[in-house]
C-alpha cells in the first residue's frame, strides 16, 4: 500500500453546498473518504493538510509556492506521492512554478482540480481526484514510482505540469499540452507514454523558493502604443520582460519599440521572446520582423508556455548574480521546453 498525501490549497474541487444556506463552503478533507467513498477501493493509503485558510487561485502568488513547496519538501520521505487540489485558473503556474521548485524530484506530484464542486451530482472532481490519487501511487515492479516528475491531470488526460496551460473556462477539459504530447490518458486502464516521462539527473531533491517578481509581460497587439509602456522599460525594478509576440517571434519594425528594447538589453535586462500562438515555437530571425531581436540580443524562449517562461524567470532571477541568466533561459531544466 502507497501512502499519498492530498494538499488542499483552494478551490472548486473543495467546495460542497451547505444544505441550510445553498452556498458553496470548503469541507475539511479529513474526511474525504465520507464525501468520495470511492476512494476506500483504492489500495492506498490518504492523509491530507490544507492551507490554514484556503484561497480561490487567482490570489495565487509566489508565497503561496513557497508553502506548497515546503509542504512536498517536509513530507517528502514520509509519502509515496503527491496530490495538490489547486483552482483550475491559475494551476498550470502552480505546476510551472513548483517544477523548478523542486528540481530532482523522485516522486509524482500531481496538481489537480474540476470545474465543478465536488459536492455537484455532475462533478468532474471525483473522477480528476481518484484518478490523481491513483497515478500518484502508481510504481513500477521495483517499487520504483512511474511518474517523478510535477504533473497535472485533468479529464482522463496527465499532462507535464511547465508544458501544460488553460484553455477552457466552461469545458471539463479545460487543459491542453500544446507542444508537448499527454505522458498518460486514463481510459479502461491508465495508458503511459513512458519514454515522454522526465527523469532528473540529479540525486536528489532540490528544493529553491527565493523567486524574484521583478520581471513584466507585455503582449504585442495590432496598433499598440509603445510609449505607455515605456515605463515598464525603463523601470529600475524591472530585470526581464517576457514579450508575448506574433506567430513564430515576430514584431512590427516600430522606432519606439525597437529604441526600448534595445536600450532594455544595453542596461543588462534579459527580454524573452515567446510565441502568443497557442501552439508551436519561436523561429527567432526566420523572418525580417524578428531580426531586429537577433541583432539586439532578445533570448528565444522557443516553445516555453507563457505560464513556464514567467515562472522559470522567477526562479533563474531570483539565483545568484553570478548565473548566466541568458544562457540558462536556453536550456531546458526540467523538461520545460525542446
Not at 473518504?33 to 485558510?53: A, M, T, Y
Not at 470545474?115 to 468532474?124: A, E, F, S, W, Y
Not at 513512458?194 to 532528473?200: A, G, N, P, Q, T
Request: with cysteine; charged share 15%.
Amino acid at each position: 500500500m502507497t501512502n499519498i498525501l492530498l494538499i488542499y490549497t483552494g478551490g472548486t474541487i473543495g467546495m460542497i453546498k451547505n444544505p441550510l444556506t445553498g452556498e458553496l463552503e470548503s469541507f475539511n478533507f479529513k474526511h474525504i473518504h465520507d464525501h468520495v467513498p470511492e476512494l476506500g477501493r483504492l489500495n492506498v493509503h490518504i492523509e491530507s493538510i490544507s492551507f490554514d485558510q484556503p484561497i480561490d487561485s487567482s490570489e495565487m502568488n509566489l508565497g503561496h509556492w513557497k508553502i506548497m513547496a515546503e509542504m512536498v519538501s517536509d513530507h517528502y520521505e514520509n509519502y509515496d506521492g503527491f496530490v495538490i487540489l489547486h483552482g483550475s485558473d491559475t494551476m498550470a503556474f502552480s505546476a510551472s512554478a513548483l517544477s523548478f521548485m523542486l528540481q530532482g524530484l523522485k516522486k509524482p506530484v500531481v496538481f489537480t482540480g474540476s470545474q465543478l464542486p465536488i459536492g455537484t451530482i455532475r462533478t468532474d472532481g471525483k473522477e480528476n481526484l481518484i484518478t490523481a490519487i491513483e497515478i500518484a501511487g502508481m510504481q513500477d515492479e521495483h517499487g520504483v514510482a512511474l511518474l517523478q516528475e510535477v504533473a497535472v491531470y485533468f479529464e482522463y488526460s496527465l499532462y507535464r505540469g511547465n508544458r501544460s496551460s488553460k484553455i477552457s473556462a466552461n469545458q471539463f477539459e479545460a487543459f491542453q499540452s500544446p507542444n508537448y504530447p499527454e505522458l498518460a490518458k486514463a481510459g479502461v486502464q491508465i495508458e503511459w507514454q513512458k519514454d515522454r516521462l522526465f527523469r532528473s539527473p540529479l540525486n536528489a531533491l532540490n528544493v529553491f523558493t527565493a523567486f524574484s517578481d521583478e520581471l513584466a509581460l507585455i503582449r504585442l497587439f495590432p496598433g499598440i502604443h509603445f510609449g505607455v509602456y515605456e515605463t515598464i522599460f525603463t523601470n529600475p525594478q524591472v530585470k526581464a520582460i517576457v514579450l508575448e509576440t506574433y506567430g513564430s517571434g515576430n514584431a512590427p519594425s516600430d522606432a519606439t519599440f525597437q529604441a526600448l528594447v534595445s536600450n532594455f538589453i544595453a542596461r543588462g535586462g534579459v527580454v524573452l521572446n515567446i510565441t502568443q500562438c497557442g501552439s508551436g515555437a519561436v523561429q527567432q530571425g526566420a523572418y525580417q520582423t524578428s531580426s531586429f531581436f537577433e541583432r539586439v540580443g532578445v533570448v528565444s524562449g522557443r516553445n516555453l508556455t507563457s505560464e513556464a517562461a514567467i515562472t522559470k524567470l522567477m526562479y533563474l532571477l531570483g539565483q545568484p548574480s553570478t548565473l548566466d541568466l541568458k544562457q540558462k533561459l536556453q536550456e531546458s531544466l526540467v523538461g520545460e521546453m525542446d
